[in-house]
């Protein structure tokens, strides 16, 4: 009931009152908490993994104290990446670096085929790296893209996002599949195996939504917080000498990736417990300090800086440029936290482990009942982790092989497709493609959400079929 109250007056204030969504959030997030008692409070701390002692005092919390926790924890979590990924956009547009790329996939690739780039480029990108980076990465160069093609905006902005999402949900060392594999013993070279097969099906699956979706709604193109339409048409309209080359235009992208993915690789590489020579120990120093993703950031936006700096040579411009993409970086950053702090009081209700329980008498169709619980429990509470971490809990003591009929590797896949259903405004990414991309909330739940319930169908689909035909016990 308590949940059902948080996200009609969350739905109420945006489409009924047309409030501020900021305000709207943090309203339903205070209802929401103020409606949880402290029975509720403690048995969600004790299932979280708190001792008893913590898990007292976070019942005693008042709704101040765990709003503004909340709202600290989210910020916390994306407000350094997203600053100085609004900077890396900002400089990337303003000094034609965008554009530059976007020519080069065209001429690389073809205009037709461009989709296909984007959807198949973020894919690959969120396997080694943080996906709201991805996000930030691809949408300035999606909304370039738009300007080339502007029918086919919506086209090019649900791949630029849609593959990430599959990626991070099935394929480790993203968070959510590394902790399901490691709590159930799967070995994680077969579950990035599996993983990416099956990923691959429920990206096609996506593109052909996002194509219909195309045809089917118009998107527009907008003015954002961070740049208008007649500065992208402008870009758009440069000659080819007056853009920056492409290697230079590639560098700010292509950095934090290669410092990310360096610091996964060496850490899969180098085991620390082994006895270290001094370049090995520098190796594992180094990228542990610049594969930090809010460091790799850090670092690709001063190098984004440079290349703008240089564009424009004009300190007024620059200023005014930094400027906008801190302002712009700032209203998002307030709207993520908002969305998360409604997720987590929603959280704290403890509607995962009342799901769980729920979902224990009903033992048969193992797959498919993993598969609901998992997207219940995104649903409502927002978060695609905690849904994972739920289910797993719930499903763990029938996932042995003897039980199942087949290797458990499958149901940590299905939990995957599960928790990418159904992400609307309780989600951080909800926001985050809405406030970047210019789009209303409706029209993010038509071409981001719904393609998302494609994606994981698709995903059940193809792994029930794969443990009937290839059950590997």
């Known amino acids: 009931m308590i949940v059902a109250i948080g996200i009609f007056v969350v739905l109420f204030c945006i489409i009924g009152l047309k409030l501020h969504v900021i305000i709207s959030l943090l309203l339903a997030a205070l209802i929401t908490g103020i409606l949880c008692s402290q029975n509720q409070l403690f048995q969600y701390a004790i299932h979280s993994g708190m001792t008893e002692v913590d898990a007292a005092k976070l019942s005693q919390q008042s709704i101040g104290t765990r709003l503004s926790n909340a709202f600290g924890s989210t910020a916390a979590k994306i407000g350094i990446l997203v600053i100085f990924a609004s900077i890396i956009g900002s400089a990337l547009i303003k000094s034609g670096a965008a554009e530059r790329i976007i020519r080069s996939l065209i001429n690389g690739v073809g205009e037709k085929k461009a989709g296909v780039a984007f959807l198949s480029g973020s894919f690959a990108l969120a396997i080694p790296i943080f996906i709201d980076m991805v996000y930030f990465l691809m949408i300035p160069l999606v909304k370039s893209m738009g300007i080339h093609n502007p029918k086919k905006f919506s086209l090019y902005l649900s791949c630029g996002v849609g593959g990430a999402v599959m990626a991070h949900a099935m394929i ?11 709590e159930m013993n799967i070995n994680l070279g077969l579950m990035m195996m599996l993983g990416f097969i099956v990923g691959i099906f429920t990206i096609i699956c996506g593109y052909f939504y996002a194509l219909w979706a195309n045809k089917k709604w118009e998107l527009p193109m907008r003015d954002t917080k961070d740049i208008t339409i007649e500065e ?13 080359g492409l290697g230079v235009s590639l560098f700010p992208v292509v950095l934090p990736i290669l410092l990310i993915t360096g610091k996964t690789i060496i850490g899969l590489v180098i085991d620390k417990k082994d006895s270290l020579n001094s370049f090995q120990a520098f190796l594992l120093k180094f990228f542990d300090i610049v594969g930090d993703s809010n460091i790799a950031l850090f670092i690709s936006a001063f190098f984004a800086l440079l290349l703008l700096w240089k564009r424009l040579k004009d300190a ?3 200023r005014k440029v930094v400027t906008e993409s801190l302002t712009s970086a700032g209203i998002i950053v307030l709207i993520i936290s908002a969305g998360g702090t409604f997720g987590q009081m929603l959280q704290q209700t403890g509607i995962g482990v009342k799901i769980g329980e729920m979902a224990t008498v009903y033992k048969s169709f193992i797959l498919p009942l993993a598969f609901l619980i998992t997207a219940v429990v995104r649903t409502a509470q927002g978060s695609a982790t905690v849904a994972m971490v739920t289910t797993i809990g719930v499903m763990q003591g029938f996932s042995t092989p003897e039980v199942l009929g087949f290797h458990p590797v499958y149901l940590a896949l299905v939990i995957g497709c599960g928790s990418k259903i159904f992400a609307w405004m309780n989600d951080s990414a909800f926001w985050i493609i809405t406030e ?3 789009m209303k909330e409706k029209e993010t739940v038509k071409f981001f959400s719904y393609m998302l319930v494609v994606m994981g169908l698709a995903g059940l689909a193809a792994i029930m079929i794969l443990s ?3 059950p590997m016990v």
């Open 436 to 438: 970047m991309s210019g």
């Open 232 to 244: 992208l048409k402008q870009k758009s309209e440069l000659k080819a000498v007056d853009l920056p």
């Open 172 to 182: 480790p060392p993203t968070p959510g599949p590394s902790f399901v594999a490691k």
């Open 468 to 470: 009937k035909v290839f």
């Open 316 to 318: 007024k411009a620059f």
